[in-house]
């Protein structure tokens, strides 16, 4: 059942992700497949890595601007919005600092 999780799982984070970043300056795109997921800003990130470990989340940051989520084939429901809380949360704090 890992690959019906993912895909349904994957939708649930993107679909948060929207939810939650829908009309925030500096987002300029989410993007994914199953549980591959990346939103792109419009400017570096790099140093939203550490910021997030700090935060206790596991991220990663590709060509400069792309946050990319790579989460556990096994979430649930909890851990899916757990995610995208804490990204999000993470994601429009750093936009408005760089403002």
């Known amino acids: 059942g890992l690959l019906d999780n993912s895909r349904v799982r994957g939708a649930a984070i993107r679909a948060g992700l929207a939810e939650a970043l829908t009309g ?4 300029v795109e989410i993007r994914g497949e199953g ?3 990346g939103i792109e ?3 570096a990130c790099n ?5 997030a470990r700090d935060a206790g989340l596991l991220i990663n ?3 400069d601007k792309v ?3 790579v989460p556990p ?3 649930g429901d909890a851990e899916v919005a757990t995610l995208v809380n804490g990204v999000a949360g993470l994601i429009k704090t ?3 600092q760089a403002a």
Request: no cysteine; hydrophobic share 65%.
């Open 24 to 27: 925030v300056a500096g987002v």
């Open 61 to 63: 940051v590709t060509a």
């Open 73 to 75: 084939l096994i979430y």
């Open 47 to 51: 140093e939203l890595v550490g910021v």
């Open 41 to 43: 800003l419009d400017r």
């Open 94 to 96: 750093y936009l408005q």
């Open 35 to 37: 549980m591959m997921i």
């Open 67 to 69: 946050v990319r989520l």
